[in-house]
């Protein structure tokens, strides 16, 4: 390569290693041109050893359905991640057992962490491992780790406050079944119930398979847990029932009538997630002011 960009193999170590040397603009387009001609893809373990660490950052997922809003998140964060270079590793906290993250990062020693605080590994671990960033999906375990929070219960909230301001005082919400979603649904119950007393709407909960039951106590408007079930409930309501479900999906976008939906996060969000996270890998200063994710509606054409 060295040969083919004329310069010299200190030069070419210069370029390709990022080291700071007096190299001008010109050498350096050369020096990647040949590289690209060559076909060269660096030696990552290589690199890893000369940089003093490696560039894999673990996305430790918590115990969350692999519904539509996970494949944003991922999309979202481990697409910035890669583009700011590193190695995105994705990791089921669920499918490895207390301890499954802990020896993930012993194994690759990753130079930076996203995952749920509650299975976050001790922190003098983590950095004793070479972790530069550590940013939790969660309350943030100590002061200065950065943070980013959805509040589930702010969900129920949300969808009660917008069929109360449209004039429903009764409202049906449809829970979600399997033992993986129920802690979701009863944290998004819990904003619903507090909202429907404060605003006088009266609130009857039932399980998604329970909806002739529920309909039989003629609410005016239904809260769905997600999508899927708004979905799949919105043929069996009596005309003039509001619908509103949850999570903004592609499904919801693409039906007739567009449905009114919960949105729990943008790809924006996601994406600075991942520029947070770098920012501590480099050495920068960040804000760890806790970031609290609001949901928000998107209006559709079922309220």
């Given at each position: ?186 944290l998004r119950l819990v904003g619903a119930r ?45 005309p003039g029932v509001a619908l509103i479900g ?37 050495g920068r200063d960040v804000d760890a002011t ?14």
């Amino acid at each position: 390569m060295a040969a083919a960009a004329g310069v010299s193999r200190a030069t070419v170590s210069y370029v390709l290693n990022g080291v700071d040397a007096r190299v001008s603009e010109g050498t350096r387009e050369r020096v990647l041109e040949a590289a690209r001609t060559l076909g060269y893809t660096p030696n990552a373990m290589a690199s890893a050893l000369r940089a003093g660490r490696t560039s894999v950052v673990i996305f430790a997922l918590p115990n969350w359905p692999l519904g539509p809003v996970v494949a944003e998140l991922l999309s979202g964060s481990v697409g910035e991640l890669d583009r700011l270079g590193y190695t995105p590793l994705v990791h089921f906290v669920h499918a490895s057992g207390p301890d499954g993250l802990q020896r993930a990062c012993d194994r690759v020693r990753p130079v930076g962490l996203i995952a749920p605080t509650s299975a976050l590994p001790p922190l003098e671990l983590l950095r004793a491992n070479g972790t530069r960033g550590i940013v939790t999906l969660g309350p943030p375990p100590e002061e200065g780790v950065p943070s980013f929070t959805l509040e589930q219960d702010r969900v129920g909230t949300v969808a009660i406050e917008h069929l109360a301001e449209r004039g429903h005082t009764h409202v049906l919400a449809l829970t979600p079944l399997g033992s993986q979603l129920q802690p979701l649904g009863e944290l998004r119950l819990v904003g619903a119930r507090a909202a429907a007393a404060r605003l006088g709407v009266t609130l009857t909960e039932v399980p998604a398979n329970g909806l002739a039951r529920g309909l039989a106590r003629k609410p005016t408007a239904v809260y769905a847990f997600n999508d899927e079930i708004a979905l799949g409930a919105r043929d069996s309501l009596p005309p003039g029932v509001a619908l509103i479900g949850t999570d903004d999906s592609p499904a919801s976008r693409l039906a007739h009538p567009r449905l009114t939906t919960i949105q729990l996060g943008t790809s924006e969000g996601h994406r600075e997630m991942a520029r947070t996270l770098h920012a501590l890998i480099e050495g920068r200063d960040v804000d760890a002011t806790p970031v609290l994710l609001t949901p928000r509606v998107i209006q559709g054409e079922t309220t």
